[in-house]
Every structure is written in C-alpha cells, then in structure tokens.
C-alpha cells in the first residue's frame, strides 16, 4: 500500500466513524464528492489545505489524523442503536451530598434527546453549589457494531451550548472517552467553550479501560 491508499484508507474510516457519507462530508468541506471519493481510493496527492479543512470537519487535530489508533471500515450505523429505549443508553445521577453530577452515554444520542438531557441535567446543576459541582461524564461504552462511535457534528454544537453553561456552575470536570478520537474531540469542544480550563478528557489504551467500575472518588476528592 502506497501513502496515498493508506491516507485514503484512514479518511474513510475517520469519516464512518463520524457516521457521514462522502456526499455530507464533501458538502461541510465546500469540496466535491467525486473529490473526497478520489481521495479516499487513493487517486490523487490532496494539498494540505484540504487536509487541515477535512480535520477541521471531522473534529480532529492534523496530529491525530496520523496518529496509529485505527479503525474497521465498517458503517458506524446508528439507527439500530437510536432504536433502543433512551434509559438503555443515557442515565445520570447526582449528589447534593457530593455536589456532584454524574452521567453515563451508552450508545449514540439523537438531536431531540440531547435538548431533553440537557434540561434535565442543567436542573440537577441547579440544586448543587454555585461554582463548585464536579462532574463525571462516561462516554467509554459509546459503541456501534462493538467499535467506538463519537458525537455527530450536530451532537457536538448542542454539547458545547451545554458546556458553555455548566462553565460557571463547575469546579471540575472528568470525561472519560473511549478512545483517541473521541478524547481529541471532547478537547477541540472544551478548548472551543472555555471548558477546558476545569476539564480533564482522559482515556487509557489497555484491556480493563472499557469495562472498569466507575467510582466518583477515584477522580474527585469525596469522602
């Protein structure tokens, strides 16, 4: 395999796990489709302005692009898992004991339920300590097809209108993604709504990562 076939090879994958076609994502680069398609087969040497717009579309850093994480090709599909009862794949528990908010995403979300999540957890935030909440998001069993998925474009500006109103409200912050990709792009959103400057993004390649029990107090200090 040539350069151009394994750039092309890792666009594709990038670009289903993102769950776009070639037609969407061509159209959110202002790039013809028959463009990203060549690309993608590795029929033409891309400029590196046209890299940094792709990344920028998908949500990644350049660095990331070329970083060894890698994917199946397969269609991250999403509607067999936005069939699923919203309880089997989002739930939330907070502590006024703790002041601490503290959520889990199993699965991929959908535009209505993330405005609805969203009312939900900014009144959970209101009963907490001004300044002072501390919150646990789990994203590690976001799957589809047993890989990775992370969060649809639209997904990402709903999370980052939330963020950017949780800012003021939070103390600390821990996310815990389920992969390189997904902790690349909670740190672009974080960066893009001032988050960052209280949120960790954290994500551990071994066996255990996925699966470990989730302990608040492993995190946050709470006695």
């Not at 535009?111 to 300044?131: N, Q, W």
Request: with cysteine; aromatic share 8%.
């Amino acid at each position: 395999m040539n350069i151009l076939e394994d750039f092309g090879m890792r666009l594709k994958e990038l670009r289903l796990r993102s769950n776009l076609s070639q037609d969407m994502l061509a159209a959110r680069c202002g790039l013809d489709r028959t463009y990203i398609g060549s690309v993608e087969r590795g029929e033409r040497n891309i400029s590196l302005k046209n890299i940094q717009i792709i990344c920028n579309t998908l949500d990644i850093d350049i660095s990331y692009f070329f970083c060894d994480e890698r994917f199946s090709l397969r269609s991250a599909s999403l509607k067999s898992e936005l069939d699923r009862p919203l309880t089997e794949r989002f739930r939330y528990y907070e502590s006024a004991e703790e002041n601490l908010i503290m959520w889990q995403v199993s699965g991929a979300l959908s535009l209505e339920e993330i405005k609805s999540i969203s009312v939900d957890l900014k009144a959970a935030c209101l009963k907490l300590r001004l300044g002072k909440v501390k919150l646990l998001v789990d994203n590690r069993k976001m799957m589809a097809s047993g890989e990775p998925i992370v969060f649809q474009h639209e997904i990402t500006e709903r999370w980052e209108e939330l963020q950017r109103w949780f800012l003021p409200h939070c103390e600390q912050i821990i996310v815990l993604c389920n992969s390189k990709l997904m902790q690349n792009q909670m740190n672009r959103l974080a960066k893009r709504s001032g988050i960052i400057e209280v949120q960790r993004c954290l994500y551990c390649d071994d066996e255990d990562w996925l699966t470990k029990e989730l302990r608040p107090e492993s995190y946050f200090n709470i006695r």
